[in-house]
């Protein structure tokens, strides 16, 4: 055991060595030079893994529904179009079959990495806006495995989410393997969520716009779609050399042409489609909400729910698995051969099985229920209205493809993207005209309600963690990490026994230090609270296995706008700064880059005040005593001509406005006139405070001295 742990070991040296290497020369790379190499490693990896899940998944359907069901799933033209089995042989064993899946899944995924637990893609999306390095491999491969349990056995998902997860955690690896910037590393993520996806659907033009404009409720990161758009083709490309080029339902309306006759009838598919979208939601959230509160154990709610969605598929076989092969039903003739009640309830009855299989904590995606709920939205209008309308086309395809389009995509909140989508995955580019309309009437009425099926999607980019910070605090984009990082009080190596980290860390009087291997180079960081846990369970534990390999980095050559991002990701005070190999050379804290930020902004006073004749710039710090604390800026009475250009409070840079409230101890950057100056630093120092206050050039020697 202790040569092969030695063998492992040498061999995780070997290929740090390896990826520093390859590091220097992606990082350096041009814009086109290396997202041309990420996106393709993105695309191929999305590519492989919508292939794998989808054997993974055949396999789990075989074994569950086929074999031990006795049931045959109908299946759309790409995956043979088979029509499936009328009915059950042994109706009695479905909810046995989905309950068991769910109880396997629900142990898998509680037991191994409980954050694979639910849809993957609202995971990914977090992981863009969070923390883009922290998606672990082992959330991969759970997620995989439990979503073909899930939806093999008859629980109600789609197979996007675990595909989305698949090549959004392989850009999580490239980011940290790679170092990768903050604003590269998401976009990594981004990309993988898009390609994925469009893998799996053979959509790689929605796919790729989806990567876009899925990780907001209004708006859209436009930085993500070239990079996206070569990871969607790359992965198409191989996926649909194992699975076949052709479109998921084929070509479902070959032959329709828009008639503006039938527009009142589309518009009428979004008004519907958007109320249907927001039905979605709240059933979803509302039953996940319930089974969180059910007073059983995690692993075995999701076995629950699919007892209860076996129950419901004995009247209605469409609500099992991902129901893409009645989709194709109701896509031609056969959907009149469907009962009339058949058709109404389908959605209403994928909500719920949807909810049940999912929402308790089954593993699958949301994206592919919510296709069939808008499918059999626009079949059920179509139904409705044929005997009896006027102008409305004799064949129920655009119906029921425009129902997709609008349903989902508004409740989505990604309507472009899934337009495209839909079109690809149906041969119907014919049908984004009147989609418009409808899609258009569907998205204002979800926006009107401020709904998504995502929650992890923020309003705009303004809410962004990474733009607030780029748009709050502009100078730093001008400052460099390695003239303000410090030099690591601790650097622990990977075989040191826990006790002795420990130790250390006490000794230095540090919450936490980076861990590097024999070579020196970056493993990961730990904590003093996982170092002490270790010490007390198993003493001579080595530290390399507490240590955290998702842990944001930065680098010499960053700038302190990057390094920020970092820190808020890493949820601490602190990250290591790695050279170009990969060996740790210091740590940047919070502390730090506020040091920095007022340099900079003293630098650009310093200027302001030089070309502007009679004035003077002053630093201080508002006094406990001063007459301003606890006062608005407006009512600080400061002499005419003055402004407060920039306030600091603690860590926190804030814009000054009149009505913001200055607090003692908030460090205030004034320019002011020169006669005026001795009468604002009375002002801002109070009667018991120093006479003097430093200048410009003073307080910039003293953040020099600091820093130095």
Not at 3 to 18: E, G, I, K, Q
Not at 149 to 154: A, D, F, L, Q, V
Not at 217 to 226: G, K
Not at 537 to 552: E, F, H, N
């Amino acid at each position: 055991m202790t040569v092969l742990n030695v063998a492992l070991s040498s061999a995780r040296t070997r290929a740090r060595a390896a990826t520093s290497k390859a590091s220097r020369h992606v990082r350096t790379a041009p814009y086109l030079r290396k997202w041309l190499i990420l996106g393709c490693l993105v695309g191929v990896i999305a590519g492989l893994g919508a292939v794998a899940f989808y054997q993974a998944l055949s396999l789990a359907t075989r074994l569950f529904l086929n074999d031990l069901a006795g049931y045959q799933v109908p299946t759309p033209v790409a995956e043979g179009l088979l029509s499936g089995d009328s009915g059950f042989s042994r109706p009695w064993v479905i909810p046995l079959v989905v309950g068991l899946g769910g109880l396997i899944s629900g142990a898998l995924v509680i037991g191994l990495a409980p954050e694979a637990e639910g849809h993957g893609t609202d995971a990914a999306i977090e992981a863009v806006h969070e923390n883009p390095r922290g998606v672990r491999l082992l959330t991969v491969a759970v997620k995989i495995v439990a979503s073909a349990i899930t939806i093999g056995s008859g629980g109600s998902g789609g197979r996007e989410g675990p595909t989305a997860q698949i090549s959004a955690g392989f850009g999580s690896y490239l980011a940290r393997a790679l170092d990768l910037s903050p604003a590269d590393g998401r976009i990594a993520v981004a990309a993988g969520i898009g390609s994925g996806i469009g893998s799996i659907f053979g959509a790689p033009l929605g796919g790729a716009l989806l990567s876009a404009e899925i990780l907001y409720r209004d708006d859209i990161e436009v930085e993500a779609i070239i990079p996206s758009m070569i990871a969607s083709i790359i992965g198409y490309a191989v996926s649909s050399a194992f699975m076949g080029f052709q479109p998921l339902f084929g070509f479902a309306a070959p032959g329709f042409q828009f008639d503006p006759a039938q527009l009142g009838w589309f518009a009428l598919i979004g008004l519907v489609g958007g109320f249907m979208g927001l039905a979605y939601a709240s059933g979803f959230y509302g039953l996940a909400d319930f089974f969180k509160r059910l007073p059983a154990p995690r692993f075995v709610r999701p076995a629950i729910g699919g007892v209860l969605v076996g129950a419901l598929a004995i009247a209605l076989p469409g609500v099992l698995g991902t129901g893409y092969g009645w989709v194709q039903k109701s896509l031609g003739q056969p959907l009149l051969g469907l009962p009339l009640w058949v058709v109404l309830a389908l959605p209403f009855a994928k909500i719920l099985a949807t909810s049940l299989s999912i929402g308790s904590g089954g593993s699958g995606g949301i994206f592919g229920p919510g296709m069939v709920i808008g499918a059999f939205t626009g079949a059920a209008l179509w139904r409705l209205l044929e005997p009896i309308a006027p102008a409305i086309p004799h064949d129920p395809a655009p119906f029921v493809i425009v129902g997709m389009m609008a349903t989902f995509g508004s409740i989505c909140r990604a309507p472009l993207a899934v337009m495209l989508m839909v079109a690809e995955m149906t041969g119907s580019l014919t049908a984004l005209a009147p989609a418009m309309i409808a899609v258009g009437i569907a998205i204002l009425i979800v926006r009107h309600f401020d709904r998504t099926i995502y929650t992890s999607q923020l309003k705009s980019r303004a809410d962004s963690p990474a733009h607030r910070l780029q748009r709050g605090m502009p100078l730093l984009n001008s400052l460099a990490v390695n003239d303000f990082m410090a030099e690591p009080r601790v650097v622990l190596t990977g075989g040191e026994p826990a006790a002795l980290a420990l130790s250390r860390l006490d000794d230095a009087g540090v919450q936490g230090a980076p861990v590097v291997d024999e070579l020196g180079l970056f493993v990961g960081t730990v904590t003093r609270a996982g170092v002490f846990d270790a010490a007390g369970a198993a003493p001579d534990s080595a530290v390399g296995k507490l240590a955290d390999p998702t842990a944001p980095t930065t680098t010499t050559t960053d700038r302190l706008d990057s390094a920020l991002e970092s820190i808020v990701s890493a949820r601490a005070n602190w990250i290591a700064v790695l050279d170009e190999n990969r060996h740790v050379i210091g740590i940047l804290t919070t502390t730090a880059i506020v040091r920095g930020y007022r340099s900079g902004l003293r630098s650009q006073l310093k200027q302001l005040s030089a070309v502007t004749p009679g004035t003077v710039v002053i630093d201080r710090e508002v006094a406990t005593g001063s007459p301003i604390a606890g006062s608005a800026l407006r009512d600080a009475h400061l002499p005419p001509g003055t402004t407060v250009m920039s306030l600091h409070r603690g860590t926190t840079s804030m814009t000054p406005r009149g009505d913001t409230v200055v607090q003692a101890g908030d460090q205030l950057g004034i320019l002011t006139n020169a006669e005026d100056a001795e009468l604002v630093r009375q002002i801002v120092d109070g009667p018991a405070a120093a006479p003097v206050a430093p200048s410009v050039d003073d307080a910039n020697t003293k953040v020099d001295a600091n820093k130095k």
